[in-house]
């Protein structure tokens, strides 16, 4: 069985209906972009709940703070098993202003070196049109499912 994750789906409404999306920092996303892109997300710890966990991943990947309202989604199973929890919320947000917690990794590879990185190194609003090409595939379920809900 896969790992389960929880997110945020930011959006926000003007002409079009745009979502935040975030790109994976480190040296293996360095050169991948479409498909790369995912809704702000991470691990549920063993005994917190699933919008917990979002709110607190989306703050220490972005530096945004929510507190709803909130949709909660339908669960989405990645290509590698991971289930990903995720709860829509409607909010405005400059990704100028990007603040993400860093992770540490041996790179180069077997070179004994630890090098830290930002676990989020861009994040951009996108239409739906434009997120189809760049998330995860499996997680464009969750931007359908928002754009039937907000009708």
Sequence with gaps: MGTES????LYRRGARLEVLLVHPGGPYWRAKD???????????EPGEEPLDAAVRELREETGIAVDGPF??????RQKAGKVVTAFACEGEWDPASLVSNTFSLEWPPRSGRS????EVDRA???????AREKINPAQFALIEELQARLG
Excluded: N
């Design 6 to 9: 929880a997110g945020i789906l």
């Design 34 to 44: 479409a498909g790369a892109w995912t809704i702000p997300k991470g691990l549920i």
């Design 71 to 76: 949709i909660a989604l339908d669960p989405v």
């Design 115 to 118: 090098q830290e990185y930002p």
């Design 124 to 130: 951009e609003w996108f239409t739906v049109d434009a």
